[in-house]
């Protein structure tokens, strides 16, 4: 079965209903200051680790398609 938009927009409203609205968080994230990344991962494991999550993100998509 496809999720229409509607079905998606009703999902997206459950699941934020207790957040702050995405105006006032993307506000509230733009206003911290900028740190330097404490943490640096390199080209070759961020390709590792894609090619061993590329299973889950594709039962991800196909979820979210049906």
Do not use: C, H, K, Q
């Not at 209903?17 to 733009?30: E, F, K, N, T, Y």
């Amino acid at each position: 079965m496809r999720r229409t938009a509607g079905a998606v927009t009703a999902l997206n409203r459950l699941v934020f209903a207790d957040l702050p609205p995405s105006g006032l968080r993307l506000r509230l994230v733009r206003g911290w200051p900028w740190r330097d990344p404490e943490l640096a991962i390199s080209p070759e494991r961020l390709a590792r680790a894609d090619r061993e999550l590329a299973p889950a993100y594709r039962r991800v998509a196909r979820v979210l398609t049906e």
